[in-house]
């Protein structure tokens, strides 16, 4: 089965992260705190706000160029998770139906801006998110995360994740077609055989999670991850995350396209 | 060399469940020894290698390994002693890349950076795999995951070889590679396996299962030749040893 058109083609990622960019060679810390402080300014703003979201495009804007990363390929990655986005906000312009906006003759209500905010900062941090996965590799961002005081099981949890999810896909995709196979129609598509089909699925990553653990413990496991490589916060690194921290501040506290626009005006006056 | 040897004796095992899976199984397995398991499906081969690393321990009956008994206390140092090499490459190799796999022993055993980069070196060279240094795991076809996973067992100098059906699920050609590869080895190897012809060249001496029990220990050729046996314990002569399909003779 072709895992990597599935799914998130989460190995791409991998692969784009073993680039050789200024970017890439970055400390992983530098950029883990700097998406997270990006994350923490663009989900701090009022429910209403939209404007003041759009110069935050600026950060992932400049991450794509300095990373060398494919901007096709995240927007495809985007669209995927969009719907979970849409589930949140859709519900907003049924409940808001008070008008806030007017443009012309028509009403924009309080929801359709709400919902248009969530988007937007949906886009935001899930496509950050992305990119300091194929800039820094998930490895890296788990041991960061460890270092940054995650307890070390969800790390580990993490990054199993990353490695058997296409251990897991192949499993399920090979009984759900051995089930296809032998349900001639829609008679063993039923509810009853599909139940048992996850169970039994649950029941064999039980027992694969057994061998895993025995061949791990065979070499020595004892509770932690060994990282390889060294990290180093130079100069480098304190620019990069204090620059763009300065700049998030500047983007939170002062709602850009709107001094633009009123000085614009300004000067059409 | 004492480090190489492996003592069973009367070795007994029940499950959880009640399964007799092992019940009084010995025999001592001495240094450079290549020595093959074999049984039907349910004989007690796995349950019997999982011992030997100390996975299990044994309900009643003794092990050692080289010097040591094995017990809770010794784990460690029987561990690093024994190399277990699983039948499902998959469950062996868990790190994001093949270096970090090998890698992984070595580092667990507390060997400074530069020797545990010589180790993985050298052990991908011995299974003459090091261009795929950096790959993830899951994009390796079979027969090279089968040869990373060795090599994760490999790098941390084990004495003693326990391979569990290495050549399943592997073309001909990878297999007959395999097999040259095992032959190198100078490791004591215990190698359990439904693929006689593959024990026929790799292992001198054969210990069959049967219910829990050694039903017969000896020289390959000599079981190999023994019908009887072999037909009481659901097995088949190996097919190099059969008569020809074509002309009738036999070859052996």
Known sequence: ?269 | MSHHIIEVTELRYSYPDGTQALQGVSFRAVHGESVAIVGANGAGKSTLLLHLNGYLLPSEGKIRIGDLPLTRGTLLEIRRTVGMVFQDPDDQLFMPTVYDDVAFGPINLGLPPDEVEMRVTKALGLVEVPHLKNKPPYRLSGGEKRRVAIATVLSMSPDILVLDEPTTGLDPLARRQLIGLLKNFRHTKIIASHDLDMVADLCERTIVLHEGAVRADGPTAEIFRNDALLAACRLEKPLSMQGCPVCGKDRT
């Not at chain 1, 890439?24 to 705190?33: E, M, S, Y």
């Not at chain 1, 060398?68 to 949140?88: E, T, W």
């Not at chain 1, 699925?201 to 990282?227: E, H, K, N, W």
């Open chain 1, 1 to 269: 089965m072709a895992n990597d058109s599935q799914l998130f083609n989460l190995n791409y990622l991998d692969v784009l992260s073993r680039q050789d960019t200024p970017l890439h060679r970055l400390d992983p810390r530098a950029k883990v705190l700097t998406v997270f402080i990006f994350i923490c300014a663009v989900v701090s703003f009022g429910r209403y706000e939209v404007s003041a979201l759009l110069p935050f495009f600026l950060f992932p804007a400049a991450m794509i160029g300095l990373g060398n990363l494919p901007v096709s390929y995240l927007a495809r990655k985007l669209l995927v998770i969009l719907p979970f986005a849409l589930l949140i906000g859709i519900a907003n312009p049924l409940f808001d139906r008070e008008v806030l906006v007017r443009i012309g003759p028509v009403g924009i209500s309080g929801g359709w801006v709400s919902c248009c905010s969530i988007l937007l900062r949906f886009a935001l941090t899930a496509l950050v998110a992305l990119i300091l996965i194929a800039v820094t590799g998930f490895m890296g961002v788990c041991a960061v995360l460890e270092r940054l005081g995650l307890p070390r099981v969800f790390t580990v949890q993490l990054l199993f994740i990353h490695r058997y999810l296409f251990v897991l896909t192949d499993e399920a995709g090979r009984m759900s077609r051995a089930r296809a196979l032998r349900s001639f129609g829609s008679r063993g598509m039923r509810l009853t055989t599909f139940c048992p089909l996850v169970g039994h699925l649950l029941l064999r990553t039980i027992d694969r999670a057994q061998r895993i653990y025995l061949a791990m413990v065979s070499r020595g496991f004892t509770g932690s991850f060994p990282v390889r490589g060294r990290l180093c916060f130079g100069s480098r690194e304190a620019a990069f995350t204090l620059g763009w921290t300065a700049a998030f501040i500047v983007l939170r506290l002062v709602n850009v396209p709107q001094e633009l626009g009123r000085a614009l005006e300004g000067l059409v006056r």
